[in-house]
C-alpha cells in the first residue's frame, strides 16, 4: 500500500519574468482588508520616507494559508540557523 495521498497534485510551471525575478525590499508591510480580501502592501523605508514597493491584493482564505506556510518555515528557519530576534521599527529612525 502507498503512503501517497489519493490526489496528487498537479505540477506547476511557474514563470518570473526579469523584473519580478529581481526581489524588491521591504523593511515594513502595512496591512488592510475588505471582507473579500486582504491587502498587503510592502514598504521600504529610509526616514523621513517610504515607499511601496511591492502591493498584493489576495483572498481571506490564501492569507490564512500564508500564515500558516510562514510559521512552519520561521520554525525551520530556526531549527537551523537559530532563534531570530524582532526585527526594530524602521519608522522610528533608528538603522537596523
Known amino acids: ?13 511557474i514563470k518570473i519574468n526579469d523584473e519580478e525575478l529581481k526581489g524588491s525590499y521591504a ?3 502595512r496591512i488592510a482588508h475588505t471582507r473579500e480580501e486582504f491587502i498587503l502592501d510592502f514598504i521600504n523605508v529610509v526616514p523621513p520616507q517610504g515607499i511601496v514597493t511591492a502591493r498584493i491584493v489576495t483572498s481571506p482564505g490564501h492569507v490564512k494559508r500564508l500564515i500558516r506556510t510562514l510559521a512552519a518555515n520561521l ?20 538603522i537596523n
Do not use: C, F
Request: aromatic share 2%; proline share 6%; charged share 30%.
Open 27 to 29: 523593511n515594513l508591510v
Open 75 to 94: 520554525e525551520r528557519y530556526e531549527q537551523a540557523h537559530g532563534i531570530i530576534e524582532e526585527a526594530q521599527d524602521p519608522t522610528t529612525g533608528g
Open 1 to 13: 500500500m502507498s503512503d501517497r495521498p489519493q490526489e496528487q497534485r498537479a505540477a506547476l510551471n
